[in-house]
């Protein structure tokens, strides 16, 4: 079965970075897109950007743009996410998921990975 | 970007109750809408794709419908189970989500 499992809660300071790392399993990892999405706390959901594993060819929310880097390794089917120049509005849940892609121009995320806990604070 | 206005943002119903949420686009966006449905604590599940697509699995009391600019998620019997926030999701260009629906049982 179709499974993202990502990394564990990180704490991170004011000014450093993070990354946060999404194995995925149970399909052909290049085939696929992954997308990050995240979600402050009692807040909704913010897409980040997306990465094509087979590619290595990524986009990026403008808001994010300069901030976030999407990388892969295909050899174990990981894709990572991380994001610089911390803030304190940067404290949410991270998820990847994956992106489907049914027909020329119809796209969805049919598998989320479980999230992680990003906490910025001095 | 394109901005996606749901409401309302929160209701609350009885069980067997029909449930509607909308969700309008700033700009025309064809049928590029996604429903998902995310349970307190959860990653987000998909449930609606295309905005009328049911997603395997899914039970048939979950339907969308709508094009252009306004579209439509209905639960035609609440139950238990469906208390839940629910989010539209526009992919027309790039990504943008709605604020959510919070959904409670009365």
């Known amino acids: 079965q179709v499974q993202l499992v990502q990394s564990g809660a990180e704490v991170k300071k004011p000014g450093a970075s993070v990354k946060v790392s999404c194995k995925a399993s149970g399909y052909t990892f290049t085939s696929y897109d992954i997308n990050w999405v995240r979600q402050a706390t009692g807040q909704g959901l913010e897409w980040m950007g997306w990465?094509?594993?087979?590619?290595?060819?990524?986009g990026y929310a403008q808001k994010f743009q300069g901030r976030v880097t999407m990388t892969r390794n295909t050899s174990i089917s990981t894709a990572y996410m991380e994001l610089s120049s911390l803030r304190s509005e940067d404290t949410a849940v991270y998820y990847c998921?994956?992106?489907?892609?049914?027909?020329?121009?119809?796209?969805?995320?049919?598998?989320w990975g479980q999230g992680t806990l990003v906490t910025v604070s001095s | 970007d394109i901005q996606m206005t749901q409401s309302p943002s929160s209701l609350s119903a009885s069980v067997g109750d029909r449930v509607t949420i909308t969700c309008q686009a700033s700009?025309?966006?064809?049928?590029?809408l996604n429903w998902y449905q995310q349970k307190p604590g959860k990653a987000p599940k998909l449930l609606i794709y295309?905005?009328?697509n049911l997603e395997t699995g899914v039970p048939s009391r979950f339907s969308g419908s709508g094009s252009g600019t306004d579209f439509t998620f209905t639960i035609s019997s609440l139950q238990p189970e469906d208390i839940a926030t629910y989010y539209c999701?526009?992919?027309?260009?790039?990504?943008?989500f709605g604020g959510g629906t919070k959904v409670e049982i009365k």
């Open positions: 295309d905005a009328s």
């Open positions: 990465m094509n594993p087979n590619s290595g060819n990524t």
């Open positions: 998921a994956r992106g489907r892609v049914l027909a020329t121009f119809r796209y969805n995320f049919d598998y």
């Open positions: 700009q025309d966006i064809s049928n590029y």
């Open positions: 999701q526009q992919y027309d260009n790039p990504f943008t």
